[in-house]
């Protein structure tokens, strides 16, 4: 696995920062038209739209189902590499806890 130098990792540190700031001048600019163009308070859209759309921006869609199946086939792979069994109910029954068996 390669790794990044310091060096490397501060620069990406920086470019990454000059991105979201320009990303935040554009979101600022955006708000501002609003305000002036429909009449909703500037603290309506801070403290309920903004957290609204942040959080809805974050959400994944569903994993289509193929990919659901080779996820769950591959962790069963791994499981049996490993001897352990997840999720057992015999574990609550020995006093192991269910999500770890070996």
Do not use: Y
Request: positive net charge; aromatic residues 4%.
């Amino acid at each position: 696995m390669a790794e990044i130098t310091p060096f490397v990792a501060v620069l990406l540190l920086l470019a990454s920062t000059a991105v979201v700031a320009v990303c935040a001048e554009f979101l600022v600019s955006a708000i501002d038209a609003m305000v002036a163009s429909s009449g909703v308070s500037t603290t309506f859209i801070g403290l309920i739209v903004l957290p609204i759309v942040g959080n809805a921006a974050e959400v994944r869609p569903p994993a289509p189902s193929h990919l659901i199946v080779a996820r769950h086939r591959r962790n069963r792979r791994i499981q049996k590499q490993n001897g352990s069994r997840c999720g057992s109910r015999r574990g609550l029954v020995h006093g192991i806890p269910h999500n770890c068996q070996f």
